[in-house]
């Protein structure tokens, strides 16, 4: 190795520590040669004076004051703005009571088709039950079908705030066989308190739509952290005559929700705010 | 309880958490990266704002000065696009040759003041800046540059080799004319 090699070791040494073979040569070699050495020291001596007087050269300096209120005043604003008009916000417990109830439904739903199959078909809800078992390969709105969850596509006026109003259509669409059936009893009581659920948190933050507004999917499994990148390229809810209507449903919904584990997307469709809650497997 | 627990529990708070933890040394390195005081707030503040929007993809098995320092990088990169000078400056310095040889300034670096070896760190191609900032401001191994400016590491040895180069080039130039 002649000097100019080692020089470029010498490199090497004062930003990665070398070591092993490559060191014991360095070291061996500034031994011996007095110009290498002087070479080191030089370069040495230069790194030193880098670090030091970068560090040096912004010692002084500060954010200017009132930078922590700037931002925290911008981050109240944008909060607030993503909570405005043209979102439909609900309170994250309704949106995560509301899955919860529809997982249920679910459930109950591949239990009924069970019953029905095992019991022989002695009641009508034999139909139901393979709508339900192909629901666990397609899109839910079929299993929510199934499941008789239908009573949250319910007629629940835009921005209403009438009590009334908001239980009785749950009860109005409710399927009587059903109700007979203590499991869907239970079933009813659990879908009525999230149609509850939803209708007072539309009652306490009415929607003002007007036509051409664009309303949002609220996927709960990622809500609220990638619902804004999200929501931006799904337009599929808009606003016709007053009411939120669903256009269509976004290509990668079914897709997105199907890398999720235990996933539950709610489609609000505040035409009647029912949300035609869709659950996607 | 650390920032990054703080900020989804509320937002405001953990902001400001954030600025007094951490603003000062990222504003510090926002400098040196673009040169201009009010370019390196606006940098902090957006870096912030991403912060506290993106918290829930932060892996706290991760430093988080790292990742901090990575989006500042990322909106400094997008910005340098913006203005087109990431690559034009880069040839630019490259090809500019300065009659002074650098070693002959590397012992007299000591005796350079602050504000001039600020000055020559400006004066750097905003690669070159962002790999002297990260090895002499935030003293960060190559590995670690690497992984921070998504290059290879053989690229961060050239890049650091090439902005001593033009650093010790322009601080002798400095000098030259502080002589004079």
Redesign the interface.
């Known amino acids: 190795m002649n000097c100019q090699e080692y020089r470029d070791l010498i ?2 040494a004062l ?2 520590s070398l070591h092993g073979e490559p060191e014991r040569r360095v070291r061996l070699h500034l031994e011996h040669c007095v110009s290498c050495r002087d ?1 080191f020291k ?2 040495r ?2 790194h ?12 002084g ?4 004051e009132g ?2 209120d ?3 005043e ?3 604003n ?2 607030s703005a993503r909570r405005g008009w043209r979102r439909l916000a609900l309170p994250r417990w309704a949106l995560i009571a509301a899955s919860v109830v529809i997982m249920a439904g679910f459930v109950f739903a591949a239990s009924v088709a069970v019953e029905a199959v095992l019991g022989g078909g002695d009641e009508p809800g034999e139909g139901e039950g393979t709508n339900a078992t192909e629901g666990t390969e397609a899109t839910a709105v079929e299993v929510a079908d199934a499941a008789a969850i239908d009573p949250l596509v319910s007629s629940v006026p835009l921005a209403s705030s009438e009590p009334s109003e908001s239980s009785s259509p749950s009860t109005r669409t409710t399927d009587p066989q059903l109700e007979t059936n203590q499991k869907g009893e239970t079933l009813m009581s659990k879908v009525k308190a999230a149609t509850a659920a939803l209708t007072a948190a539309m009652a306490a933050a009415p929607l003002a739509a007007a036509n051409g507004d664009e309303y949002q999917f609220i996927d709960p499994t990622t809500y609220p ?1 990638e619902n804004v990148s999200y929501s931006a390229r799904s337009s599929a809810v808009t606003v016709e005559a007053g009411a939120l209507r669903v256009a269509s449903v976004p290509d990668d919904l079914e897709a997105r929700s199907r890398t999720k584990s235990a996933s539950a997307a709610i489609l609000l469709d505040a035409t009647k705010f029912h949300g035609s809650i869709l659950f996607v497997l | 309880m650390e920032v990054w627990e703080q900020i989804p529990l509320d ?2 708070a953990g ?2 958490k ?3 933890e951490y ?2 040394r990222l ?2 390195a926002a ?2 990266l673009c040169r201009d ?1 009010h370019l390196a ?1 606006d940098l ?2 957006r870096t ?2 991403r912060v ?3 918290i ?2 932060y892996d706290p098995r991760l430093p988080f000065w790292n990742w901090l320092y990575t989006i500042l990088l990322n909106f400094f990169r997008m910005d340098m696009r913006k203005r087109k000078a990431f690559v034009a400056e880069d040839a630019a310095l490259a090809d500019e040759d300065l009659e002074t040889s650098g ?1 002959d ?3 007299r ?2 005796k ?1 003041d ?2 001039a ?2 000055s020559a ?1 400006e004066r750097l191609s905003p690669p070159f800046r962002e790999t ?2 990260l ?3 935030e ?1 960060k ?2 590995q670690e540059m690497a992984s921070l400016m998504s290059v290879p590491v053989g690229t961060v ?1 050239w890049r ?2 090439q902005a ?1 180069r033009d ?2 080039r322009t601080l002798a130039q400095l000098f030259k004319e502080k002589e004079v």
């Open positions: 490199e090497d930003d990665v070479y030089l370069r001596d230069a030193i004076a880098l670090f030091s007087g970068i560090n040096a050269a912004c010692e300096l500060r954010l200017p930078f922590a700037r931002l925290a911008s981050i109240r944008r909060r952290a | 937002a405001e902001a400001r954030l600025v007094a603003g000062d504003f510090r400098v040196l005081e707030e902090v503040f912030f704002e506290v929007d993106r829930g993809q070693d300034v590397a012992g670096l000591s350079m602050a504000a070896i600020r760190v002297v900032v090895r002499y401001f003293d191994t190559l040895k650091l080799h001593r650093l010790e």
